[in-house]
C-alpha cells in the first residue's frame, strides 16, 4: 500500500512540474477590483500589455469593483484554481484590512503569495497658495499645536494613509487634527479647495494635476519625488522620519507551484519596467518602483508595522 501511495505522489509530482514547465498555454486573468477607467485600472491595463509581450499569451483585466476591492479579493483567494492562470492587483488595502475596527477582515497579507509592486504613490501634504496662518510644514504643525485643525480623508482609522498621517501628527507633534470623513479623494480635493478644511493629506498623484491648487509642503518620502522636485520630505526638513505611501503590486493566492510563481515573478519584474508601460504610469502621476520576492514582501511588512505602531495596534 505504501509503494503504491508514493507511487501516485510520485505520478502526481510528475504532472504537476510538467504542467509548470508548459505554463503558459492560456490566456491569463488579471483581476482588478476597482471600476474600469481608474487610475488602479488603467495601470493594470499597461501592465497587461506589457506582461504578454513576456509570456505570449493574452493576458485579460477583469475588473470587479466593491468594497474597497475586498470583493474580488474574496472570491481570488476562495473560489479561484490556484493554477497560475489567475493573479490580482493588490495594494495596502489588502494587508490592513484585518485591522480594521469597523469591518475587520479574516484574512491577511500571508494569504496572498506576493509577486512583484508596480507603483508606489507617495503622500504630501499640502495647504492653499493663498494660506496665512501658516507657510510651510513647521509652521502648520506648530500651529496647530494650539488650533484645531480640520482634513479630510476617505476612512477615518488604520485603513487610510490620510487619517494615519493625521494620527502621527498628533501623537509625534502633538498637533490637533480633527479627520472629516468623505466618500474618496475628488471630494477630500473639493473640500480643500472649497475651504472647508484647512489643509490637505493626499498622495502624489492627486495633487500634480492641478499644481495652482495647492502648495506642498511636506512628502512622506525617504527621498524627493520626481513630479514634485521643490518640496521637501519630512527627513530632510528634521522634522521626522514617517514614511507614508500607496502601493500596488500583483499576488497570487497559495498553492500555485513554486516554478510558476518564479515564472511570474520574472515575467511581472521585466513588464514592470517595460519603457512604454513606465512611461503610461508616469503621465499619471505614478512612480514606477519595482519591488519583488522578499523585497516586495519587506516593503509591505515594514509599512504595515509602521502603521500598527501609529495607531498603537497589537499585530
Known amino acids: 500500500m505504501k509503494k503504491f501511495l508514493c507511487a501516485i505522489l510520485v505520478v502526481s509530482c510528475l504532472v504537476s512540474g510538467a504542467f509548470a514547465a508548459d505554463w503558459p498555454t492560456k490566456p491569463i486573468t488579471l483581476i482588478c477590483g476597482y471600476g474600469a477607467g481608474g487610475s488602479s485600472d488603467l495601470g493594470c491595463r499597461y501592465l497587461a500589455a506589457a506582461l504578454e509581450k513576456q509570456l505570449g499569451v493574452p493576458v485579460v483585466v477583469e475588473n470587479r469593483p466593491g468594497s474597497g476591492s475586498w470583493v474580488a479579493w474574496n472570491r481570488f483567494l476562495h473560489n479561484t484554481p490556484a493554477d497560475g492562470y489567475t493573479f490580482a492587483l ?66 477615518t482609522g488604520i485603513t487610510s494613509g490620510e487619517a494615519s498621517v493625521a494620527k502621527m501628527m498628533e501623537k509625534v507633534h502633538g498637533a490637533k487634527v480633527v479627520v472629516v470623513p468623505v466618500s474618496g479623494a475628488s471630494e477630500t480635493n473639493t473640500m480643500f479647495i472649497s475651504g472647508n478644511v484647512d489643509f490637505l493629506i493626499a498622495n502624489v498623484g492627486d495633487v500634480i494635476l ?19 522636485p521643490d518640496v521637501p520630505t519630512e527627513v530632510e526638513l528634521g522634522l521626522g522620519n514617517y514614511l507614508s505611501f500607496s502601493a500596488r503590486g500583483y499576488a497570487y493566492m497559495k498553492g500555485v507551484a ?52 501609529t495607531w498603537d495596534v497589537k499585530e
Open 90 to 155: 493588490v495594494n495596502l488595502s489588502a494587508i490592513f484590512g484585518h485591522y480594521d475596527e469597523s469591518n475587520p477582515r479574516k484574512e491577511t497579507i500571508d494569504d496572498f503569495v506576493l509577486l512583484a509592486n508596480q507603483a508606489i504613490d507617495y503622500q504630501v501634504i499640502a495647504i492653499r497658495p493663498d494660506e496665512t496662518r501658516f507657510t510651510d510644514y513647521k509652521s502648520l504643525l506648530e500651529y496647530a499645536k494650539t488650533h484645531e485643525l480640520l482634513v479630510a480623508a476617505a476612512s
Open 258 to 309: 513554486p516554478e510558476i510563481v518564479e515564472k511570474m515573478t520574472a515575467a511581472l519584474s521585466a513588464a514592470i519596467v517595460d519603457p512604454e508601460c513606465v512611461e503610461n504610469m508616469n503621465k499619471m502621476g505614478v512612480n514606477v518602483e519595482l519591488y519583488s520576492g522578499k523585497e516586495y514582501s519587506d516593503l509591505l511588512h515594514s509599512q504595515l508595522k509602521q502603521r500598527l505602531d
Open 210 to 228: 492641478n499644481p495652482e491648487n495647492y502648495k506642498n509642503v511636506v512628502v512622506f518620502a525617504p527621498k524627493r519625488v520626481a513630479q514634485l
